[in-house]
């Protein structure tokens, strides 16, 4: 599985609670479509240039609320470092005992 391309999609899910210094709550929605490539062992490396975001998010206050779905493709560029957990059990070959 060395050099092994791989498409992905991470999913990222942030809640906001409502702080002295930021009176706002609300959520947000993240997808990046990412490529990675496994390098050895489980272990490999992944990059994205962006995705699409939804956000809502109320004032306690009441001076408004907001939702905002931003396309940010080229905008935002992620780089990271990946250990796929299980990848031994995912490569063994059946067993040719028997034959």
Known sequence: MAGK???????????????????????????????????????????DIGGIQYTMASMIDNYGDYNRLRLTLGHQFHFGLHKIIGWQKLNDKPSQKGK
């Open 5 to 47: 391309y791989f498409y992905y999609t991470p999913l990222t899910a942030t809640i906001q609670d409502p702080a002295p210094s930021m009176p706002l709550t609300g959520f947000s929605l993240s997808a990046f479509p990412a490529i990675g490539m496994n390098i050895i062992h489980g272990f490999g490396v992944h990059m």
